[in-house]
């Protein structure tokens, strides 16, 4: 199973991009989402993440404020709106899915069941 992520692209900084990530019909029901981020020579990080009711979210140090993340459980797509991009924002992004409800651990990776195949985002200054 994999989920399909798409969005990403080439921006100024201060501009904004909206990534998208749909679940196919077929994944196993998901709870917590998520999105992660991975530059080059770098850990993957935590991005944002989103409890199965879309009540409880979470984001990382270097993004509050900033990025917005939602999802349309009818439609299986969570969503990670990016605003005031930096060029330090530039990295592959993934969106996940995870079987878990547990809120403590959506910031984990290794919460996560299935992965999308990246959306790349580049800030240029």
């Known amino acids: 199973v994999q989920l399909q992520a798409s969005g990403g692209g080439s921006v100024q900084t201060g501009g904004s991009l909206r990534l998208i990530c749909v679940e196919p019909?077929?994944?196993?029901?998901?709870?917590?989402m998520g999105w992660f981020r991975q530059a080059p020579g770098q850990e993957r990080e935590f991005v944002a993440g989103?409890?199965?009711?879309?009540?409880?979210?979470a984001y990382g140090d270097s993004v509050k404020g900033r990025f917005t993340i939602s999802r349309d459980g009818a439609r299986n797509t969570v969503y990670l709106q990016m605003d005031s991009l930096k060029p330090e924002d530039t990295a592959v992004y993934y969106c996940?899915?995870?079987?878990?409800?547990?809120?403590?651990?959506?910031?984990?990776?290794?919460?996560?069941?299935?992965w999308g195949q990246g959306t790349l985002v580049t800030v240029s200054s």
């Open positions: 996940a899915s995870s079987l878990s409800a547990i809120l403590s651990s959506i910031s984990s990776s290794g919460a996560y069941n299935y």
């Open positions: 019909t077929d994944t196993p029901t998901s709870y917590n």
């Open positions: 989103i409890s199965w009711s879309g009540v409880r979210t």
